[in-house]
């Protein structure tokens, strides 16, 4: 079962530039989760933001969360080269008792020096 | 030093034999769930636990085992591998689903 969509599928931005990622999901939620994956290796755990908050940040990260449009934005802030990754959300949908944790299909960012 | 572990990171073997990939946690996390990654598909969730000896399906159970008899390992079991199942697989740990998840390195598995 797909909750999370990530938009858009592919990104390509120049170093110092600002990132954007979107997220749109389904059902009602407990928490929002976002992480980054450098290619082939395993997902590092980026923010996660509940239900009740609207934004967060965490270095150049900064999430905001919009539970009436069903949906969430990651922004990376004066991009990296080493910023080049895929980046997932994923949700917790409040209504399966907190068992499943469900991801999209990624945003897939290149950041050139 | 917190860290999920894999074992075998790459794996080739053949349709219809045994296989196992182990998974272990040092955090004492409760909640311990298996993921494949497809290209075009994103992460899918095979099996979760919450605890020990309380194991469920996830979204793509069909073809796996899993057992949870001790808190910190986690073993995924293709008791008939197809190419089907032909994938990467990701084990990970928290405290519970709503908490963050550590992920493991990743296993690449090749059915022939």
């Known amino acids: 079962s797909q909750q999370g969509e990530e938009d858009p599928q592919a990104l390509s931005i120049q170093e110092g530039e600002n990132a954007t990622m979107n997220c749109s999901y389904k059902?009602?939620?407990?928490?929002l989760q976002w992480y980054r994956q450098n290619s082939g290796r395993g997902l590092v755990h980026l923010i996660l933001i509940r239900s009740n908050e609207r934004e967060k940040h965490s270095g150049r990260l900064r999430v905001t969360l919009d539970t009436s449009k069903k949906s969430s934005s990651l922004l990376i802030t004066a991009s990296r080269a080493a910023d080049t990754a895929s980046y997932f959300c994923a949700t917790v949908p409040s209504n399966q008792a907190g068992t499943a944790l469900i991801f999209g299909k990624g945003t897939t960012l290149s950041v050139s020096s | 030093e917190a860290q999920v572990t894999q074992n075998p990171r790459y794996l080739i073997t053949v349709t219809g034999k045994k296989l196992t990939v182990t998974c272990s946690q040092n955090?004492?996390?409760?909640?311990m769930s298996w993921y494949r990654q497809d290209p075009g598909l994103g992460l899918r969730q095979i099996y979760y636990s919450m605890n020990v000896e309380v194991t469920d399906k996830g979204d793509v159970p069909e073809g796996y085992k899993v057992s949870r008899k001790e808190k910190r390992n986690f073993p995924l079991i293709l008791e008939s591998p197809s190419p089907n199942q032909t994938s990467l697989y990701f084990c990970?740990?928290?405290?519970?689903?709503?908490?963050?998840?550590?992920f493991g390195p990743g296993t690449r598995l090749t059915v022939t």
């Open positions: 059902t009602s939620i407990n928490n």
């Open positions: 990970a740990s928290s405290l519970s689903v709503t908490y963050e998840q550590y």
């Open positions: 955090m004492n996390h409760e909640y």
